[in-house]
Every structure is written in structure tokens, then in C-alpha cells.
Antibody
């Protein structure tokens, strides 16, 4: 069965960096676009970034553009989110999510498969 | 960016009743690329509907979606105890993908 397992969250000071990982299993990772979606405590959902199945394109929300970098290692079935210059407003649960359809070259997708999320807290 | 507005903010109903949730977009959602999710506390969202009206795998037929353009509706025909949760709409036809603020369906 499809599994997405995030890791790397924690408490970090403003201005510092953190890297999240998402280990995927149960499907052909290299055939699916992958996304990060976040949810601030008690708030709604915010799409953060996407990377196409082959890594050829990446898109970001304006709120993280220039500070966050999405990447993937298809040989390790792992998705990453490098987060630099962190701000208090980046505090959230970060979910990785998979494109619904394989080999998609779209900006986004509905998300059937989600990880359990990893909490990032930016605080001094 | 397409802004999604959901109404009502909270819907208080009893089990067995019908729930009608609205999602309105600030501009037309291309190709009806509109999805609905259910989220319970401490859990990841669960995809219910995509393409405005297609049920995701494993979703009971008491959930249905309709609409096009800027106005979309999620209907739960008869509320079961496990349906009390927060519901979000998402448009994925334009970049960036955006979510609505959510409608909480709670027990009356």
C-alpha cells in the first residue's frame, strides 16, 4: 500500500534552516509529481510547492519563493523540502502529498495520498 | 491567484440530516478542477471529490459534488456520525493551487 512518511520537523529559531524529508513506498515514486502542503495550528491548508515526477519543473507559493527549495531523489524514493530563512509564520504541520495521476505535467492535482505530517515550529 | 470562499463557516446538523456546503471562486475554475476534502482533528485531509463531481476511491455515495465555473457544492445526503469534521475545497486548475478556509460540520 502507498505510504508517505515525513520527518525532519522540530523547533528552530527564526532565520535558521531546516530540511524535511518524505519517504515514499508502495508505488513507483519516479512516476508521480510530489507536493508539500502545510497547515498552521488551527488554520486551513496552504499549498507550498510541487516537483514534477522527473524533477524537470518546480513551482512554489509566493510565500516561500526564494526561501524554500523542493527536490527529490528518485533512486531513494524520497522527497525533500529545504527551508531557509525561516519565519514565525512558517510554523505549521508540513504534509507531503502525491499527484493523483502518474506522469502528470500539471501545476497541481487533487491529493489522494498524504503523509501524517511533521510539525515545524519557528520560535526564539 | 484564485481565492476560494466557503460557506457557511459552521454548519450544525443532526445525524441523518442533509448537509449542503458551498465553495465560491473569485474567478472561473478551469475544467472544473475543483476538489473536496474532509479533515478530522490530528489527521491528514481525505480526498472526497475531484473534478467537481467524481468521487474518489472508497468514498461512500452519500457524498456528491456539483457545480462549475465559480460555484460548487458538496452535498452529504444523510449525515453519519463519522461525517462530523471540517471540509475544504481546493482548486487545482490554476497556479498556485488554493484551498478554501473550510466549513466545520458539527453535531447539533
Amino acid at each position: 500500500q502507498v505510504q508517505l512518511v515525513e520527518s525532519g520537523g522540530g523547533v528552530v529559531q527564526p532565520g535558521r534552516s531546516l530540511r524535511l524529508s518524505c519517504a515514499a513506498s508502495g508505488f513507483t515514486f519516479s512516476s508521480y509529481g510530489m507536493h508539500w502542503v502545510r497547515q498552521a495550528p488551527g488554520k486551513g491548508l496552504e499549498w507550498v510547492a510541487v516537483i514534477w515526477y522527473d524533477g524537470s519543473n518546480k513551482y512554489y507559493a509566493d510565500s516561500v519563493k526564494g526561501r524554500f527549495t523542493i527536490s527529490r531523489d528518485n533512486s531513494k524514493n524520497t522527497l525533500y523540502l529545504q527551508m531557509n530563512s525561516l519565519r514565525a509564520e512558517d510554523t505549521a504541520v508540513y504534509y507531503c502529498a502525491r499527484d493523483l495521476w502518474e506522469l502528470s505535467r500539471e501545476y497541481s492535482s487533487p491529493f489522494y495520498y498524504w503523509g501524517q505530517g511533521t510539525l515545524v515550529t519557528v520560535s526564539s | 491567484e484564485i481565492v476560494l470562499t466557503q460557506s457557511p463557516g459552521t454548519l450544525s446538523l443532526s445525524p441523518g440530516e442533509r448537509a449542503t456546503l458551498s465553495c465560491r471562486a473569485s474567478q472561473s475554475v478551469s475544467s472544473s478542477y475543483l476538489a473536496w476534502y474532509q479533515q478530522k482533528p490530528g489527521q491528514a485531509p481525505r480526498l472526497l471529490i475531484y473534478g467537481a463531481s467524481s468521487r474518489a476511491t472508497g468514498i461512500p455515495d452519500r457524498f456528491s459534488g456539483s457545480g462549475s465555473g465559480t460555484d460548487f457544492t458538496l452535498t452529504i445526503s444523510r449525515l453519519e456520525p463519522e461525517d462530523f469534521a471540517v471540509y475544504y475545497c481546493q482548486q487545482y486548475g490554476s497556479s498556485p493551487s488554493t484551498f478554501g478556509p473550510g466549513t466545520k460540520v458539527d453535531i447539533k
